[in-house]
């Protein structure tokens, strides 16, 4: 009886290629920002010297100040758009600037440099968050917002587990491949707009209507 209702779950959720897509995009996206997170602070270190933990600090702050001044903008101009193709296309350049800001972590030698990359990211972040947010709120399917949103949570769950666990591997080998493996999460995060572009395909879609 339990497998038949997971079964039966499962194959709902599948039905909804745009929930599929959204949580392929997701997953993209913070799975490798937690590649990031765990090395960041080793790698930051050895290029900022000794306030690197201040220099940090101030990073932190200048992302989260990005994100917060272009969370209100960015959702009035998707309140005012009339295509969700604009939601999609915004959400992928998102995903775009938030991986650009990575891929240029080895170019850092000053904390203005730095505190750029974490505008831009800041700013990613929110072109990101909102119009993600109002395309899966817009495109769950009826009477089963709980089975798609826990199969969302899953999926992302336990992809960041492994994330983590990869990022735990790299950070124990030193600092050899922080370069590589920084730059790569920024590349794979940047393949999530692919995933947000697929939904363009979807003619049966709930935002399109």
Do not use: C
């Amino acid at each position: 009886m339990r497998k038949k209702q997971s079964k039966s779950i499962i194959q709902g959720v599948k039905h909804n290629k745009v929930v599929w897509l959204l949580t392929l995009s997701d997953i993209s996206t913070w799975g490798s920002y937690y590649i990031i997170s765990v090395i960041a602070g080793i790698y930051l270190a050895n290029k900022l010297g000794q306030n690197a933990v201040e220099i940090i600090g101030y990073g932190t702050t200048i992302y989260f100040i990005s994100r917060a001044v272009f969370q209100i903008p960015v959702g009035i101009i998707t309140d005012k758009l009339k295509k969700d193709s604009d939601e999609v296309l915004l959400l992928a350049l998102g995903s775009i600037l938030m991986g650009t800001s990575f891929i240029f972590y080895p170019f850092i030698t000053t904390p203005v440099t730095y505190f750029f990359l974490q505008f831009l990211f800041g700013l990613g972040t929110a072109m990101n968050l909102n119009t993600w947010r109002k395309l899966f709120a817009t495109n769950i399917s009826q009477n089963r917002e709980g089975r798609e949103y826990g199969m969302y949570e899953v999926l992302m769950s336990l992809s960041i587990a492994g994330f983590s666990s990869l990022a735990g591997i790299v950070a124990n080998e030193g600092g050899v491949y922080f370069d590589m493996v920084i730059v790569s999460a920024g590349l794979f995060m940047m393949t999530s707009f692919i995933w947000a572009l697929l939904i363009l395909r979807i003619k049966s879609r709930k935002s399109a209507k």
